[in-house]
């Protein structure tokens, strides 16, 4: 027997019910006789979808009636009941045989809503129904009911299938919607999670949609029950308030106890629907905002209607990011004209030099910037095109630049130079043949420098365009802005490109802004010759960053791999080497990797680049890697025209030529010799008069240590609750050090000791922490020298413990203004202090510290990050510092 599915999917404005009809419950299904000669059976996908108004909903008992006012605002009649012989279209003709009105169905109010209102949402969410309850049993179901992308959102066009789940080739679940909708995004899935509406993120006022239970699942408010598919029994949220079931499908099954198995399995499907709502968007509340909040951060693709999602950007609208980016180029360079239609950027006209010099035109798809706006400028570009994010600009707005340059230079000529993709080539190559056709003087040269394809994989469509572009362009620029002629210009070009190799990688696929996202499945590789347009590469792999560059750096220089060895560098020779940002990676991670490269080409193959460029220069949106780009010097121009001027915002020449002249020195021979440390300083200084028990010093500092080592998780917890959780971690990573520091040296002479633990908290300890106590132990070295400065040597007391410590206290005040009652470290340290110089007793000076850390619980703080802190977390637990402090002191006593 096949399952049971009757769906009817809406929403109370296009059906047009008012909220106090909407609010009412529905009469039972029971009430409804069954019909058991119905032509139009929805359970198995048999008869007819027909709209006429005879049509059963469910194909035999399931026309639930309802009461209440309709929509002209009359009340709404009551449905003849099926065993009464009802059939053919419904009219209101008066009352029936026992006294009351026909009620239209659900259908019927849709259809008149439709043909009154001329409301297309609820005519759409007509037919999603009858075309969905056909073919809920229908293995074809899945391929009868695509949803097809819409321009550049996702949407669902009737029939509206959400997610289905498919068990042995029959769908066990079905989602559909009434109105065509959008898909949700990040922040509309957490609107919807904190009920409010996901599109306009106010409070919602309308119900989500309902799924109208099958007669078996109906249950009145307050009566229990077999819960069925739908949400099953158990009381209602409220005295006479109804709540529909969520909208997880599933089949009725004979063998269910009490509605327990379907509702495991509703739970468990249920757990899944965070992709689809309606413009009204109220979602049912989960158990807790916990479950919600999980909801909206996981995206399984897990269905050929996978989910959209868009990851976290400034702005989704690539068309608006892209015209902006363009614009800013005219802020960055007040030499450079706009032409806003057209995408292109030009330099003005008010360079009369220029207009003697050969012009360079490129441009390409956006989304790699500064390439190549951010390179229009004396010495650089002319002008460039822009096309959408990872799209060619059209011939026609290349035309028009060609144009323009054309009139501006008619008698030099004009360099196109484009990377070597098939949209840039077609598009390019027309407007060229079109101005050439105008009796423009037009030439175009592509380059192709990416490794990461082989010889085998280019085939005849040759390499890709990458970084290495740049630099043709530079030179190229250099030298027409020197006087050289189209002729020469396209030349040198073509030689720089002949010399360039290129090869990337990256750590995850980049997002465009606005589009759907497409699963990352790198995991934790890392790609090597990925293209900056997400297009596969060589492969992937799993390494550090020292094996990463050393298999790129094999890919450019190896030349036992012919299908890679595009240029032969020997160590004689000279290269200028670019390590290129992608767009993602950090400036001090750009570091490493620039250094990295540096290094490895000196010792592993014996090169040092005559020229360096590490930077931003070809990006990939945001992606998260970089490239390397070589350029053999086959030509000694090479050097002088990459370091000619350029006024252009996106170049960042290296440095001045002349500082070139030192060469890049990788022995490290001219790297500075460190001073002396403050720690042989104090080891070659005099001792001092004041002595120390060194083995009584060090077991008391080793108990003291050990306990604030054992408190660093409940520290840290502390810490994650008012500051930003580094605390305990701090304080531990410097009590190992002193810890280690006095058990491998310790003296008896108390100052050095002082001084030499001083010395070890600055070199171990970050942070604020690390700064204040730095600071006291090296006041505290200085107050007991004063203590004892006019006497002989003579043993440490606790008197003059306590005058060190009073001065050290009050030199810690001159680089801090905390003070007792500010929620600070202080709050513990000067009582502790206070009390020790005037009892000399060290269990009441910890007593006091003790007391002076509980008193920060629940205090405002003034000082620190606590200050950001809600009072909440104030109130929650005491200064993290203080009680790292009195955990030190307490172990001072064992």
Known sequence: ?????????????????????????????????????????????????????????????????????????????????????NSGDEKEKGEDKKGKQPMLSIRQRWAMRAKDDDDERAARAARTMRAILPLVDNPNCEEKLRPRPVGDEAMFEDPELILSRTVDGRIVEVRCGGAKRKMFGRMQIRRRSQGLNPYTGEPSQRSHLERYPTQDEMQLPGQGGSGGGGGG??????????????????????????????????????????????????????????????????????????????????????????????????????????????????????????????????????????????????????????????????????????????????????????????????????????????GIKVEQMVVGDDVGVGRKRGGRIGR???????????????????????????????????????????????????????PDELGQDIEIGMGIHNEEGFGRVKTDLSGLVSTMLKQLLDQSDSDRAYINVAPSDEIVVMVNNLGGISVLEQGAITTEVVEQLATTYKLTPTRLLSGTYMTSLNGMGFSITMLKVADKSFVSLLDAPADAA????????????????????????????????????????????????????????????????????????????????????GAEAVLSHIQSSSSSDAIRLVRSIAHVVENSMDGTSGALYAIFMNALASGLQQATASSGKQEVTPKIWAEGLKAALASLAKYTPAQPGDRTVVDALAPFVEILASTLSLQSAVDAARKGCESTKGMEASLGRSVYVSVEGWNSCPDPGAYGLVKFLEGLLQ
């Open 233 to 438: 029994g158990g009381s209602g949220e409220g005295e006479g308030a109804w709540r529909p079931p969520r909208i997880t499908m599933t089949p009725k099954t004979a063998g269910a106890e009490e509605g327990e198995e379907e509702e495991e399995e509703e739970e468990e499907y249920d757990s899944e629907r965070t992709l689809v709502g309606t413009e009204s968007e109220d979602e049912y509340e989960s158990d807790s905002d916990e479950e919600d909040e999980e909801e909206a951060e996981e995206v399984e693709v897990d269905s050929p209607l996978y989910r959209l999602w868009f990851t976290k950007h400034f702005s989704n609208d690539a068309s608006a990011l892209v015209a902006a980016a363009l614009r800013a180029s005219t802020y960055t360079n007040p030499s450079l004209a706009l032409s806003p239609s057209q995408k292109t950027v030009i330099l003005r006209d008010d360079d009369s030099s220029s207009q003697h010099a050969v012009a360079l035109l490129s441009g390409g798809g956006s989304g790699h910037e500064p390439s190549f706006a951010g390179f229009v400028g004396r010495g650089f570009l002319s002008a460039a095109v822009a096309g959408s994010v990872f799209a060619s600009p059209s011939a026609e707005q290349v035309f028009r630049a060609l144009k323009v340059l054309g009139a501006k230079h008619p008698d030099r000529g004009i360099l196109v130079v484009i990377m070597n993709y098939t949209g840039d080539v077609l598009h390019f190559g027309m407007a060229v043949e079109k101005a050439r056709a105008e």
């Open 1 to 85: 027997m096949p399952a049971k599915y009757v769906y009817m999917d809406y929403e109370r404005e296009a059906c047009g019910y008012p909220a106090e009809l909407a609010a009412r419950p529905r009469t039972p299904a029971a009430a409804v006789a069954p019909a058991s000669n119905s032509s139009n059976n929805y359970y198995g996908g048999g008869g007819s979808s027909s709209s006429s108004s005879s049509s059963n909903i469910t194909g035999s008992n399931d026309c639930h009636g309802m009461e209440g006012e309709g929509l002209d605002g009359k009340p709404i009649p009551q449905a003849r009941r099926p065993s009464e012989g």
């Open 464 to 518: 890709r365009g990458l970084a290495g572009t740049v630099l043709v362009q530079k030179i190229a620029a250099a030298a027409a802005a020197q006087g050289a002629s189209l002729e020469d210009v396209r030349r040198i070009a073509s030689q720089v490109a002949d010399n360039t190799a290129t090869v990337g990688a990256s750590l995850a696929h980049v997002h465009v802004p606005g589009r759907e996202i497409v």
């Open 650 to 733: 996106g170049w960042s020449p290296p440095v001045r030529p002349e500082n070139w002249q030192r060469g890049i020195d990788t022995s490290k021979s001219s790297d500075i010799q460190d001073a002396p440390s403050s720690e042989a300083d104090d080891a070659s200084s005099a001792p001092s008069n004041l002595t120390i028990d060194s083995q009584l010093a060090t077991s008391k500092l080793t108990a003291g240590l050990n306990s604030l080592i054992a408190a660093e998780a409940q520290i840290t917890k502390y810490d994650t609750l008012v500051g930003d959780g580094d605390c305990g971690l701090c304080l531990k990573t």
